[in-house]
């Protein structure tokens, strides 16, 4: 009986750690494949053309810069605010009809958001503002669409977790809602933000669909001037030319150098953001 | 300006903020609504596709279902069983710290990027080909965390008290967490296997990676077959069809892959709200 008992220990710690072994093959592989094509001259050169075998990704990486600190900023104008609606005013069935559709476009695919921002966002911003319509601005937009579900939740959590007694005291001393809300309240939870802000760019920065739907990805990328120029991302590079690049050439090593560089920012950022909330909760 | 009409005014802001927010969700689904159930028929559900313009969806909706069954079928034990052994086992040492960061670091990994391994790994280097199973072990990858972190929740809100009982009656630890912890914390597990699920089914750049374009004309015949999903044709048509009907049979897709997802992630919330309030009796 003992004996089953510690096996099946055993076995359960086995499953546990087939995440961690994931980790590492992914980690093994990409490097294997990628960091071949990994150089200076990858992340600082201007020039992307795979057919001459010229890898330079700096344009997609400022590109892919531009199009997530826009998303999480509209992402964060937005979402805070709701969510300190949510903690602070709303009654409690409101709460849990936001948080309830909230958690529901969490999941909704991004490929229809996408094909949203191509049928309805590019042809607006083409008619009203002008260029060509896929744009970065039209990539801010549905960027943040998509992790403004998280960005709501996480900032409502850390709001909420800011006690009571300090509401109290500051409306004792004779603050209104509001200034106890932006001189007490939100400073409080401002680490907790800091770690939504820091989760949702890593998101923004990996998300692939939404993104390479509205944003053009010219066939050589640029350095964009404007919000209403084409770019690239990391991710919508790797999604479009993988089908084409051949197997074992430096062009199929150079997408999984991107893959990389991307693996890498993205782990990096996750490391900061629980980082953060460990701090912050000790 | 006084603090309190300045009050009023930031009151209005906020709620201006909240519309936004939330009207983006009714804002998709009945634009996916309209534009969609116009092509809806027991013909485009059940024929196959035909060039961008022709024909209905059958494969794709078959194969979304094999891939997200599949993936499930792989992630849903591994994840339940990983959970368990967090929550009951898992003695705070430094492997089981490392476990759980791993955890953490795969639920964060991009999913273009479990794509590219399933690509290399599965597809090449076990010589999976571009098919079904690789598909759908890629998905059970991304799947798995989420699947681990729910589960570890609704084991962990299992009250102290059950497990004493069980083990004052003499049962074993395992015998306690099958008998009655499980069972307990079953509600909690499910919607997160379902929120999984949900997660699954929308996934396209996994799929596009490592199952197959999305214009397959066949249903998959075996694990090795390369098989088409919903959210891949829908990419497909909306990029690259430049027609009328190309675009409306990307819209009927987009529908029917958003009631799929609805299905999934409403009986997960609902799922949800039957264990919470059993939890509050």
Known sequence: MMKLESLIEKALFLSASFSALIVFLITFFLIREGVPALSLNFLTGLEWRPGQEFFGTLPTIIGTLWVVIGAVFIALLIGVPTAIYLSEFAPFWVRNIIKSSVEVIVGIPSVVIGFFGLMILVPFIRNTIGGRGESILAGWIVLAIMILPNLISLTEDSLRAVPKSYREASLALGATQWQTITKVIVPAASSGIRAAIVLGVGRAIGETMAVLMVIGNPETPWIPTSILDMTRTLTSTIAIEFSYAEWGSPHQHALFAIGVVLFLLVTALNFVATFVIRRNKN | ?281
């Open chain 2, 1 to 281: 300006m006084n603090p309190v009409s300045r009050e009023k005014i930031m009151k209005r802001l906020l709620l201006i903020a909240v519309a936004l927010s939330l009207i983006i969700l009714p804002v998709i689904l009945i634009w996916v609504g309209y534009n969609g159930s116009g092509i809806i028929s027991i013909e485009f559900l059940t024929s196959r596709p035909r060039l961008f313009e022709y024909g209905g969806i059958y494969p794709q909706i078959m194969g979304s279902v094999y891939l997200v069954s599949l993936c499930t079928l792989f992630g849903a034990p591994l994840g339940i069983a990983s959970a368990i052994y967090l929550a009951e086992y898992a003695p705070d040492n430094r492997i089981t710290q490392s476990v759980r960061f791993f955890t953490e670091t795969l639920a964060g990994m991009p999913s273009i990027v479990i794509g590219l391994f399933g690509l290399e790994f599965l597809v090449f280097y076990l010589q999976l080909k571009t098919s079904l199973l690789a598909g759908a072990i890629s998905l059970s990858f991304m799947m798995l965390p989420w699947t681990i972190r729910a589960s570890e929740e609704a084991i962990k809100t299992v009250p102290q008290e059950y497990r004493a009982a069980s083990l004052a009656l003499g049962a074993t630890k395992w015998q306690t967490i099958v008998n009655v912890v499980i069972p307990a914390a079953m509600p909690g597990i499910l919607t997160g296997v379902l929120l999984g699920v949900g997660k699954a089914v929308g996934e396209t750049a996994v799929v596009w990676l490592t199952a197959g374009s999305g214009l397959e004309a066949f249903v998959p015949r075996s694990l090795s077959s390369p098989t088409g999903s919903l959210p891949m044709y829908i990419y497909l048509l909306a990029t690259q069809a430049h027609t009328v009907e190309g675009v409306q049979r990307a819209y009927g897709a987009s529908l029917v892959l958003l009631i799929m997802f609805l299905g999934v992630s409403v009986s997960a919330l609902m799922a949800r709200n039957y264990y919470l309030r059993r939890l509050g009796n």
